[in-house]
């Protein structure tokens, strides 16, 4: 099967890790570790997963004239990604997210989106060509508004279907909803954008129709352990279940699903197929600590899907 072009227009920041015995107070300073760094950021980890499947992917993005920026650069080089529109910028530093894991497994992270948070219009203009000739073009809500409205835009314009995974949910242009061809909201982040609650399968098909009427044709309503939940119109969806599996770190497990649907998607998989590639996907990362580490290959997913059925 080919390997169409995915393109990646979002968010990249270093991860910096500690557990920690407790979280730290106000004021307080807490002895933790180990400490652990890593690659992250939404459009990052969505990238990884989808490189690790065997898309050709460019990552646009932008990062700080800084190490932590020359990192970036060689993780996505390592992972076969295309940098050619991993912009820098001069005065911001690259993105990080401070992370602090205690006993109970619980976290509490503070994102700097730095650099990749001033990503312009501009910018992402200067990668029509590519987006032009993309069989699937993958954003998030991770940079700025504008970044997002202008490749929202330039997908529009030359037919190139957009997958939009509306995270970490704010406030955007809700028009660019005519637009795009897929939304994958985790159940918080349909929450957000019907102000419905989402927890059952029938609250997933009640916000995924005000969705669709929004202008999305495809919904895809991820549920963590209990799979996702897809609705393109009529009287009801489909409920496609996880892949059970001894979860270590759901992390990622998001990004780990869009990086997969893009590259089904991208290879010509029909969508049904495409949801359970990415459900397997997800369902191997979780069984892994990390977010960009924790993605799987292609191998491992086709081996795995051999041996697990839904
Ligand atoms: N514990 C788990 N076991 C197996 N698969 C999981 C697990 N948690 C998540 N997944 C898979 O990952 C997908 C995305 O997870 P979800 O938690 O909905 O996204 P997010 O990370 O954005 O909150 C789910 O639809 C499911 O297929
Ligand atoms: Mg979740």
Not at 1 to 14: A, E
Not at 227 to 237: D, L, M, V
Not at 262 to 290: N, P, R, W, Y
Not at 301 to 309: G, L, N, R, S
Request: proline residues 4%; contains cysteine.
């Amino acid at each position: 099967m080919s390997q169409g072009i995915v393109t990646v227009v979002g968010s990249y920041v270093t991860d910096l890790m500690s557990r920690t015995p407790h979280m730290p107070r106000v004021g307080e300073t807490v002895l933790g570790g180990p400490f652990k760094m890593g690659p992250g950021g939404k459009g990052g980890n969505q990238a990884v997963a989808a490189a690790r499947q065997g898309s050709t992917v460019y990552m646009v993005t932008k990062v700080g004239d800084d190490e932590f920026g020359s990192y970036a650069r060689a993780n996505f080089t390592k992972e076969t990604i295309n940098t050619e529109y991993v912009f820098v910028d001069l005065v911001e530093a690259t993105g990080a997210a401070l992370i602090a894991v205690d006993d109970n497994g619980d976290n509490l992270i503070v994102v700097a989106l730095g650099a990749c948070g001033t990503l312009t219009a501009e910018e992402v203009n200067q990668a029509s060509q590519v987006i032009a000739n993309s069989a699937v073009v993958l954003v998030q809500l991770e940079t700025s508004n504008e970044a997002v409205l202008a490749t929202v835009a330039l997908a529009k314009a030359y037919g190139v279907p957009v997958i939009l995974n509306p995270a970490p949910y704010h406030e955007f242009p809700r028009e660019i909803l005519q637009d795009i061809t897929y939304i994958t909201p985790n159940e918080t982040e349909a929450s957000s954008l019907t102000g419905l609650k989402v927890e059952t399968e029938a609250d997933a098909l009640q916000a995924a129709k005000v969705i669709y009427l929004m202008g999305v044709p495809n919904v895809i309503i991820t549920m963590g352990k209990m799979g996702c939940y897809y609705y393109n119109g009529g009287e009801s969806g489909k409920l496609y279940p996880s892949f059970e599996v001894q979860a270590l770190d759901t992390t990622g497990a998001g990004d780990a699903f869009n990086g997969g649907l893009a590259f089904a998607l991208a290879s010509g998989q029909a969508l049904c197929d495409a949801i359970i590639h990415a459900t397997a996907v997800a369902a191997l990362s979780v069984t892994k600590v990390g977010t960009s580490p924790a993605m799987p290959t292609l191998e491992e997913v086709q081996a795995f899907m051999a041996t697990h059925k839904l």
